[in-house]
């Protein structure tokens, strides 16, 4: 009997594509047409305008897919437009979804100048070579993909999460060195994480605000016994991810998230929130801080953590239904210099539904847009392709060196791991502390949001 197998063709072509075979005919059906959905899920965004957020909810109501799965059709559209020689290549049904969205992912970090040389590469290693050819694992697309796109554009080589957690450096350590030679005294000097930082910080300024006390006193009452602190710090994770902690402006690494994690009290959904009164709760200031990020004033880089909030339209003491309200939509964040240069009447802001804020100078008349940069920002296609661009190509510099990423440098794929998935940063949990006047951990109710800036809603742990 005569085993040796048939060719489909006498000339090149993946095994799957076969006619004569109905089960191979009706698995190339549904690639193509996971393509095509693609194609129509990207097709009518407007990338410099519409929120992924927005998008991703109208989408998954439409397909009954999940938010995280129409965001990768989307990719997969996009990169489909941006590459269409390879969208003829890869179009004909060959490749399954999980190679879609390999090849998508794994592109999205190369510069525009360098995409048609890394598009004709990628075209000649997704071509067959041989009649009857087996399509290639996805792993081993991956691979394909690293070796081309280093060939050309170092820098936005996809990652692998094994060689990151390589060669990342570790987290530092708290570290206290204490020095006793001087005869009238001894020195402390103390290094720690900023999260740990943070946590220090506000214990000390609320033993100090209660007892009325210096930062130093407020350390020795803690330590003597005298005083406990009673304060609440916000964590930011995704909703389907709550490992993956955001606290005081930095990612948490995994140690210490599941450390961190052990000591969450209570869990809230971040959103719009108000209240009555002048003084916001403590949902309304982690929605705040974790929305904006950092000061709010053109060019400020302020921790959000470490500045105040402010009303953008005035609050009215004496009657506060004629003034500002207190809630997520009327509320920005202003380190103490610019909150009076703002409270002075030198500049005057207004905020829009997507966070951004119209700044406009009264002094000369000039006007400047800002937009906020925390993990709970709505962000739009063209935000979410700079973050995603940027994430991959700072950390090839910092884990190979610039020196080794010239655009026209060429060599070998430095990893043949796996891909290093990239998850979006509007993702995350936030970081909060006490407010004067709020009850520590206060719960926090679920919010409608009537739209002010605000990306997927998060869980918050204090």
């Known amino acids: ?26 698995a190339a059906t549904i690639n193509r047409q996971h393509v095509e959905l693609a194609r129509m899920c990207a097709g009518a965004i407007d990338v410099e305008k519409d929120t992924v957020m927005d998008v991703s909810s109208r989408l998954s109501a439409r397909t009954g897919l999940s ?31 999980q190679h879609l969205t390999t090849i998508a992912n794994d592109l999205a970090a190369v510069s525009e100048e360098c995409r048609e040389r890394v598009e004709k590469g990628v075209v000649q290693e997704l071509t067959p070579r041989r009649a009857n050819q087996a399509v290639p694992g996805v792993r081993t697309v991956h691979r394909t993909m690293q070796r081309v796109v ?18 990342r450096p570790k987290a530092p350590k708290p570290e206290l060195k204490i020095d006793d030679r001087p005869s ?47 304060i609440t710090l916000n964590l930011y994770a995704p909703k389907d991810n709550p490992t993956r902690l955001h606290g005081a402006g930095v990612d948490l690494e995994p140690e210490a998230a599941r450390e961190w994690l052990e000591r969450v009290t209570h869990i809230r959904h971040v959103g719009y929130a108000e209240t009555e009164g002048y003084v916001p709760t403590a949902a309304i200031r982690a929605a705040v801080v974790g929305r904006d990020g950092t000061c709010r004033f053109p060019g400020c880089t302020i921790e959000a953590e470490d500045c105040q909030l402010d009303h953008i339209a005035r609050y009215n003491h004496e009657d506060p239904s ?8 009327n509320l920005h964040c202003l380190c103490s210099k610019h909150h009076r240069l703002k409270t002075s009447g030198q500049w005057n802001v207004a905020m829009y539904p997507d966070g951004s804020q119209l700044w406009s100078s009264y002094g000369d008349g000039h006007t400047l847009v800002t937009e906020p940069n925390g993990v709970l920002r709505r962000e739009t296609f063209e935000k979410r392709a700079e973050r ?10 910092e884990l190979f060196g610039d020196g080794m990423f010239g655009d026209e440098v ?35 109710n679920n919010g409608k949001r009537p739209g002010v800036g605000f990306g997927d809603e998060q869980l918050a742990a204090g």
């Open 1 to 26: 009997m005569d085993r040796k197998p048939k060719l489909c063709a006498p000339s090149a072509g993946w095994r799957m594509l076969d006619p004569s075979d109905p089960v191979s005919r009706q």
């Open 67 to 97: 938010e995280s799965r129409v965001l990768a059709y989307c990719d997969i559209g996009f990169m489909l437009r941006d590459y269409p020689l390879l969208a003829d290549c890869i179009g004909q049904g060959g490749f399954s979804l």
């Open 150 to 167: 280093e060939q050309h554009d170092r820098k936005g080589r996809p990652t692998d999460e094994e060689e990151v957690k390589k060669r």
């Open 184 to 230: 009238d005294r001894t020195e402390y000097h103390l290094e720690l994480p900023k999260l740990e930082a943070l946590e220090f910080t506000r214990a000390l300024e609320n033993v100090a605000v209660k007892e009325e006390c210096s930062h130093v006193e407020a350390l020795l009452k803690i330590v003597r016994g005298e005083a406990r602190p009673d």
């Open 322 to 329: 004629k003034g500002g309200p207190t809630n997520t939509a």
């Open 388 to 397: 995603r661009v940027r994430r991959v190509r700072d950390l090839n510099g």
């Open 410 to 444: 060429s060599g070998d794929a430095l990893s043949e791991d796996e891909m290093f998935a990239d998850g979006p940063m509007g993702d995350a949990l936030s970081e909060d502390g006490p407010h004067e006047g709020e009850p520590s951990g206060a719960a926090v």
